[in-house]
């Protein structure tokens, strides 16, 4: 079993950053492929972010490319969304997830979730 606590959420201006932070214990969490997903307000839940066990290989949604970065820290079992340049629509409760097995860039089968941790940009 893995436990994930999401951190770091908050309110934010149009084009201001913000940093989530993902604390992950339990069974050899640093064997998954670690992933950051959203929900926004009457949206269904998208996979923005995810990375590989070993820290190296990254993917991203279209919607955050070039403006997020997830990175992971495997000793202090600690997974990091870097969110800069937001945007309204960057609005939702904003998730940890972890899955067995290599990333691929699949955004299915996630097998452990955190409960969020909310992120507000205004306009």
């Known amino acids: 079993q893995v436990q994930l606590v999401e951190s770091g959420g908050g309110s934010v201006q149009a084009g201001g950053s913000l940093r989530l932070s993902c604390a992950m214990s339990?069974?050899?969490?640093?064997?998954?492929?670690t992933a950051w997903f959203r929900q926004s307000p009457g949206q269904e839940r998208e996979g923005i972010a995810q990375?590989?066990?070993?820290?190296?290989?990254?993917y991203y949604a279209r919607s955050v490319e070039g403006r997020f970065t997830i990175s992971r820290d495997v000793a202090k079992g600690m997974t990091y969304l870097q969110m800069t340049r937001l945007k309204p629509e960057d609005t939702g409760q904003y998730y940890c997830?972890?899955?067995?097995?290599?990333?691929?860039?699949?955004?299915?089968?996630?097998?452990?979730w955190g409960r969020g941790t909310q992120v507000t940009v205004s306009s």
């Open positions: 339990g069974n050899d969490p640093q064997f998954y492929c």
């Open positions: 997830a972890l899955r067995g097995g290599i990333c691929g860039g699949r955004w299915s089968d996630f097998q452990y």
């Open positions: 990375i590989s066990e070993t820290g190296i290989t990254a």
